[in-house]
């Protein structure tokens, strides 16, 4: 099967491209009108690592070519051609959409003839770049290569086509790229040979789709309804969900050694992985994401109320944000609860002065605890309070919003075509003028009443900064309230109390839990993920931590093999 809309782009551009004829040779090979190169050879292993945990009901249809992030490329070809940064080209690439809450959604990541043209003047200008700088030529060219040109040229294209392609390459791609890389003293003249075939072959593997792809068709025939990916797809999908790039030379050998048949051999592999630096990146990225960082970015509050408040402070949001998650997940080896109520923060002068904190404080960060009365996790720290707030009054609205969708997976309808923002009124607090809009006996009281307001409500000690409060324009703060969990009504005083009962519901924890499926796979969560998020969620609210979570997500059966595409 060819990945979609590459025979459609691909043979007009390569037909007007400089290398016409070999180019289009080489990607038509690499899979476009056929299949996406083999199983790996010598793995001699065609059954699913430790065998089938979990039925074909129990594991949900993907493509078989996720297509990489602008992210993922810029930094898989960083590290294919081993520059010192990424190159910074998909700036200019036609953007990515957002599918859904994560950015690595395969339902998204399209090649549309525009992103064709990028990735063909990007292969281009890198070839270039490299070849014409005797620095970057000699970190990419092993050292080792024989001096003989034919087998010089065979060396240099087995060695780096199984880094591009992040497997072996077949007999065919091989013969392919060796004719290509022959070609090159004809297509660059005046050119070293080696450096032009190096050049032009350099061309070819960055467009091909097995490049832009992560291909995963499998290492053999279909066993109890499931296809078991091969050592190098494993290897592939753990290099970008734990590093968002390209596998190392080392993964790249342990899944040709076959290091990677067993569960147990993925799960020993992976904790590895997690204490590489960046694992803490990528998981940063998962909660930036999941949490909606970006919101505390460009937020405008009234200077005469909020005169402490500086347009920087959304950067120090988010760096505290950030600091608090890799702390919870990497030094304390936390989980969801420790999430929602641990009270360690991060803070600088700016945010000391809102949370209150006594001291001397500078531009830089310090670990610190807040109170216990006032502060618990994530819900109660000053980015995503503020960011859920207008420049004048906290947003009781959105901040229940919140609470529902990205914390409890909560199902709720879309707002009506003629909903409007809340009025002034004359209402004294804040969660009055809420209650009038929407409370009981208005027509947003069977959706608000129940879900959005008891939980956006539990913040109503927070201003639209973030900062504590006990009275509301003059009257005492109410954010008492109850909210339905585990199917019980549970009541709680404020935020702190309504972060202890989240930490200790099945429903946040399930969230949590199918959100990093997502994450992990790249795509919607789906039904044959139900049984999975809930023993996932049962382990997380028993204490397993956010490591022993994607522990068992790479272990599992839906991980390490896919749904024959004719069952899809």
Known sequence: MSPPSFSMILLPRFRRARVAGLCAAALLLAGCTGSMGGSDGGEGDDSIPGGTTQPQAQVAGRSMFPRLSHAQWENTVRDLLHLDDRPGLSASFTSDPLGGVFDNNEAALLVTPGLWSDYQRAAEELAAMVTADEGKLGRLVPADLPDEPAARARAFIERFGERAFRRPLTDGERDTYLALFDRGKELFEGEDPFTAGVRAALEAFLQSPNFVYRVEVGAGPAKNGLIPLSGHEIATKLAYLFWNTMPSDELLAAAKAGELSTREAVRAYTEGMLADPRAREVVGAFHRQLYDYEQYHDLNKDQALYPEF?????????????????????????????????????????????????????????????DEAERSGLLTRLGFLAAKATARQPDSIHRGVFVNLRILCAALPPPPDNATSLPPGEHATNRERVEAHTGKGTCGASCHGVLINPAGFAFEHYDAIGKYRTTDNGMPVDS??????????????????????????????????????????????????????????????????????????VSSTPFLARVPAEAQ
């Open 480 to 553: 008492a309230d109850a909210y339905t969990l585990g199917g019980q009504s549970r009541s709680f005083a404020d935020a702190v109390e309504f972060s202890r009962l989240l930490a200790e519901s099945s429903e946040a924890h399930a969230c949590y839990a199918e959100r990093w499926i997502e994450f992990a796979h790249g795509r919607g969560a789906g039904v044959e993920d139900k049984a999975f998020i809930k023993e996932l969620g049962e382990a997380s609210r028993g204490g397993a931590s956010i490591k022993e979570l994607l522990l068992r997500i």
């Open 310 to 370: 500086v347009p920087e402070m959304g950067d120090d949001m988010q760096r505290e944000a950030e600091l608090f998650v890799d702390h919870v997940v990497f030094d304390e080896d936390g989980g969801l609860t420790e999430l929602l109520t641990d009270r360690t923060a991060f803070v600088n002068d700016h945010l000391a002065a809102i949370y209150g904190l006594q001291g001397d404080f500078s531009g830089e960060f310090e670990q610190v605890e807040l």
